[in-house]
């Protein structure tokens, strides 16, 4: 195959295109070996130099990795961590659009046959989600209630939230604000084009959904994982992230951490607000799953540190992924920074999803829903323990407080990416660890639209799947 020589781009830009589309369309998995460079030259009809200058091009943009004497390989990191080279910016713009790790697109497809079971999702099963009866609302209604509608929202579900955020959770109010959002990623995102540059540092919890979101690269921020244990992300690591990498904002998931489930302990969030205070970095408190626990909650760090944490809550994890309300609790002055950021992007919350979330918040039966809504989670979280209690010498788990996902480790040899796809002929659909790491030995599992029957096609499933396994690890 030849590049075209005719065109103005150099060819080892062309070159890098080449490689780009195959690992993009699934040609060329990571951990994949390219050819050696020389072959690679004859292969594309152009000397050494033009290979070396397009390989270490692609290297320090995140695609490869180069290992002296072992060659060249597809790097194995998280799929956003990869950057497009700036001569394809506008190329890429004008045609296509981001694209999708091929291990999710794999997964969509499977999706839509009737016998696949779906424990990826992030979300949980229409059959949970709570029912309401909503009265008639007419036009003229939807108009009228424009009055109640401010710039941070729309006030009546305001005062809803507020309140309920005071009863539940003890969170402070005083001197603070409520923005009501289009979700918690909107939230997150007013927070960073609000508060940060270009080229500034976001740090996270690794493994963490953020490193899924294409967010960070589109605003040109950098997003830096610290490593964590059982008790959440570790104090001393973050304190080294924060001197070494001048961390602007850390992003935390403390209670029902996604991907993990994990719980920062208490000793931990007085630990890690001791440091975010000495070193001024704000905390992104996001507690999308508060209202899942089981057991009484630990005490946000919203209520430990008011004015050192922005806190953020959302509705789409009780009534369904298509209700996009969420909310921003901060303080009043950069709540009102926050509404405006949002109103110079033309980012309005829609008033009809918010009168009818107000309502459903007010309804008389909310709390005898909610109430079975926990005691069949965690009706569903033993069925999951008892489905995998067969194979914890293979599966490390532990038993979860509240929330929608397991995390289980493999305990035997390192696995990598092409180890996964062994879930696809089952037609079994799991979050491998490398969509929210560089680890490539966990899963999530989302439990909650398990039911006895599907338990037991899973623990069939998950019994050919490891034993595979542990085939390829005598191999």
């Known amino acids: 195959m030849a590049l075209n020589r005719k065109s103005k781009i150099p ?3 062309q070159l890098m295109e080449v490689i780009i589309a195959d690992i993009e369309s699934g040609k060329l998995a990571p951990g994949d070996r390219l050819m050696p460079e020389r072959k690679m030259a004859e292969f594309y009809q152009v000397n050494r130099s033009t290979v070396n200058h397009a390989l270490e091009e692609l290297t320090s943009l995140g695609w490869l990795i180069r290992k ?30 981001q694209q999708q790790d091929p291990y999710l697109k794999e997964q969509n497809r499977l999706r839509k046959s009737f016998d696949t079971i779906d424990l990826a999702s992030g979300d949980l099963p ?26 941070t929202g729309y006030i009546p579900l305001k005062n809803t939230i507020i309140k309920k955020l005071e ?49 960070f690269q589109s605003l040109g921020l950098r997003l830096e994982g610290i490593p964590t244990d059982q008790e959440g992300i570790m104090p001393s690591e973050l304190e080294k992230q924060i001197l070494t990498k001048k961390v602007k904002i850390l992003y935390l998931n403390p209670t029902f951490q996604n991907p993990t489930s994990r719980c920062l302990s208490y000793e931990r969030r007085l630990k890690i607000i001791e440091i975010c205070r000495k070193y001024y970095v704000p905390i992104i408190e996001d507690d999308v799953f508060g209202e899942l626990a089981f057991t009484a909650p630990i005490p946000k760090l919203k209520e430990i540190a008011p004015e050192q944490v922005l806190y953020l809550g959302s509705l789409s994890k009780i009534f369904g992924p298509n209700i996009k309300i969420g909310w921003l609790l901060a303080p009043k002055n950069l709540i009102r920074s926050l509404a405006n950021t949002k109103k110079l992007l033309d980012s309005e919350t829609n008033l009809f999803t918010q009168i009818l979330a107000n309502f459903a918040l007010n309804n008389a039966n909310y709390d005898l829903q909610h109430t ?7 009706k569903r979280s033993h069925l999951l323990c008892e489905t995998f209690a067969p194979f914890q010498k293979d599966w490390y788990f532990t038993e979860i407080k509240g929330g929608l996902y397991y995390w289980f480790t493999w305990r035997h040899q390192n696995l990598s990416r092409k180890d996964w796809q062994l879930f696809f002929p089952e037609n079994l659909l799991v979050a491998p660890s490398f969509l929210f790491s560089n680890d490539t030995m966990s899963m999530r599992i989302n ?29």
């Open 126 to 151: 229409p059959d949970l989600i709570p029912d309401f009866q909503f009265p008639a609302l007419s036009w003229d209604t939807i108009i009228k209630e424009e009055k109640n509608l401010t710039d």
């Open 68 to 97: 002296q004497g072992s060659g060249t390989e597809v790097a194995k990191g998280r799929w956003g961590s990869r950057q497009a080279p700036q001569f394809q910016w506008q190329h890429l713009l004008a045609t296509r659009s």
């Open 11 to 13: 060819l080892f830009q």
């Open 167 to 215: 009863q539940n959770f003890q969170l402070p109010l005083a001197n603070q604000d409520l923005l009501i959002t289009a979700g918690s990623t909107q939230g997150i995102s007013l927070i960073l084009q609000t508060l940060l540059q270009p080229g500034d540092v976001i740090a996270t919890e690794d493994p963490s959904f953020l490193f899924a979101l294409p967010l």
């Open 372 to 378: 079975q809504l926990l005691n069949t989670l965690k």
């Open 447 to 475: 439990y909650t639209s398990l039911t006895p029957t599907s338990a037991a096609d899973l623990a069939q499933k998950i019994r050919e799947i490891t034993l595979l396994l542990l085939k390829r690890a005598e191999a």
